[in-house]
DNA sequence: CGACATTAGTAACATATGTTACTAAATCGG
DNA sequence: CCGATTTAGTAACATATGTTACTAATGTCG
């Protein structure tokens, strides 16, 4: 069935793609690994996982718009709405009318909602320490400029 | 070696989580960006994400049962089950009830099919050098690495 | 053999997520 | 100021994805 490709002359002849080995693949099962793991430790506090993202994007800047929640994570508009609901009828956070701009929500947590924030901020962050302990310190270092590159790399090619 | 970050004793200030900065949420925003793109790819060629992976399974090893692509990749019975059914309904795959256990189908592409992928494994393999190429040579090997240790570290807890 | 547990796959159901269209508020250009 | 355009957010709709329960075929062990 491999027919004999002849190598085309100053062109590579390609390698074949293997889901185990293409990069962008192996992330996304990662990724998908990883929500795992850590959807486990958000649903014992009863969040989801646009929940709690929301929750992190508030809880690092006050005051913060929804619209400020989309840009920094990789939700749109209506999920984060709706977490952004869910939130408040939980009563983790507040939504208060900006007085500049009347359409605008302008997120604060409660003190519940700190308090969450701060429960599972623990446990997530052990979570990482415990992912990133089998790798030795300079593939820690590489590897994190790595990902800065291909964070810039996706960034770069607007949608 | 987890918890050696705090420096006075008892008192827990540790680094604090800011999402930006937290891996397992850096790695999955990246794979999301990545999906993005090549979903473009294979909605071009009228394909969806999970058709495409099982594409991508049967053409490495044809004869494989549905719950050989299940253990392959990060998708579940159900969504492979639909994708199997949709990839037979474009006749991209056949399905033929294995001889040894008939609950089984055998899943192998068709011409159709087999060209499909070839022309899908073509513009994903461009992506991915396209991807990579703003690493060095070093970044990339220590990068592999440092997948490969993760991937082997979360596969490493059992559900 | 023959009840019982297990496995592959699917159907029916529930939920989650994205898409389009709309409302209210603000900004812009005259 | 005032109509036209943009923006933040939501609602209504469509689709996709996960969950539970079921069927059919094997395997197991008395």
Do not use: C
């Not at 956070?93 to 929500?105: H, I, M, P, Y």
């Amino acid at each position: 069935m491999s027919s004999t490709v002849a190598k085309e002359p100053g062109g590579d002849d390609r390698r074949s793609l293997i889901l185990e080995r293409f990069t962008p693949y192996r992330i996304v099962a990662l990724g998908h690994a990883f929500s795992g793991r850590l959807a486990r430790v958000y649903a014992d506090q009863n969040l989801t996982i646009p929940e709690w993202r929301v929750l992190a994007v508030v809880a690092q800047a006050s005051k913060v718009a929804a619209r400020d929640v989309v840009a920094r994570t990789p939700m749109d508009k209506m999920t984060v709405s709706r977490a952004v609901a869910s939130l408040e009828a939980k009563a983790f956070v507040l939504r208060a009318v900006s007085e500049n701009d009347r359409r605008v929500n302008a997120l604060s947590l409660t003190k519940t909602g700190r308090a969450l924030f701060d429960r599972i901020a623990t446990l997530a962050l052990d979570f990482e320490d415990d992912l990133l302990s089998v790798l030795d310190s300079e593939e820690r270092v590489v590897f994190d400029r790595a990902l800065k590159k291909l964070e810039a790399g996706v960034a770069g090619v607007s949608d």
